[in-house]
């Protein structure tokens, strides 16, 4: 199976930030990565696939970017709204795994 | 609008089992996979499998062969998911999410919103 790792686990950010977060890869895995974001008690919900797709209705302050084994995800100016935990998932084969989460908290 | 909407939450005792299902709208249940997903606390999601609604073909992740099933009702537009022989590490919301493919870019979206099931003795 294909390990994903996530960093950072968490980060404290204020409006406005700029904030990255890098999924990683146990093998190459292409452009195959979809990016999710999940708030409390709530399903995730798809942001970016095929690594940097973004999903209609997603605002454009969202990008995704790389392939091979190192990918991004990055909000260009952090918005209240955007407080939550954002997970990457491989698409590249089955059984298809998730990263552990990256906590993106208000400092 | 595209919509799946799930079971209430369940509680059970180890060794027992739970079906849960999932109810599809919007779209036509038939053309697009359901796939299922757990998420204990603190923790990534964890993919348990996929069905096809139209022929009912599925395959399951390696860690739940034998436990699970996952089965439909094409009538009423339904997916289950069965798990047997549940233990405490079992304890999980379970979601389930179609899956789409274009090109050969798989993605899970839309999700239910996820049935909590918990077990203990």
């Known amino acids: 199976d294909i390990q994903m790792t996530q960093s950072p686990a968490s980060l404290s950010a204020s409006v406005g930030d700029r904030v990255t977060i890098t999924c990683r890869a146990s093998?190459?895995?292409?452009?195959?990565l979809n990016w999710y974001q999940q708030k409390p008690g709530k399903a995730p919900k798809l942001l970016i696939y095929a690594a940097s797709s973004l999903l209609s209705g997603v605002p454009s302050r969202f990008s995704g970017r790389g392939s091979g084994t190192d990918l991004t995800l990055t909000i260009s100016s952090l918005q209240p709204e955007d407080f939550a935990t954002y997970y990457c998932?491989?698409?590249?084969?089955?059984?298809?795994?998730f990263g552990q989460g990256t906590k993106v908290e208000l400092k | 609008q595209v919509q799946l909407v799930q079971s209430g939450a369940e509680v059970k005792k180890p060794g027992a089992s739970v079906k849960v299902s999932c109810k599809a709208s919007?779209?036509?249940?038939?053309?697009?996979?359901i796939n299922w997903v757990r998420q204990a606390t603190g923790q990534g999601p964890e993919w348990m499998g996929w069905?096809?609604?139209?022929?009912?073909?599925?395959g399951y992740a390696q860690k739940f062969q034998g436990r699970v099933t996952m089965t439909r009702n094409i009538s009423i537009s339904t997916a289950y998911v069965e798990l047997s022989s549940l233990r405490s590490e079992d304890t999980a919301v379970y979601y389930c999410?179609?899956?789409?493919?274009?090109?050969?870019?798989?993605?899970?979206?839309?999700w239910g919103q996820g049935t909590p099931v918990t077990v203990s003795s």
């Open positions: 998932q491989q698409s590249y084969s089955s059984p298809w795994t």
């Open positions: 999410a179609r899956g789409q493919s274009d090109n050969g870019w798989f993605r899970l979206d839309p």
């Open positions: 919007g779209y036509s249940f038939i053309s697009y996979d």
């Open positions: 093998q190459s895995i292409s452009s195959y």
């Open positions: 069905m096809n609604p139209n022929s009912g073909d599925t």
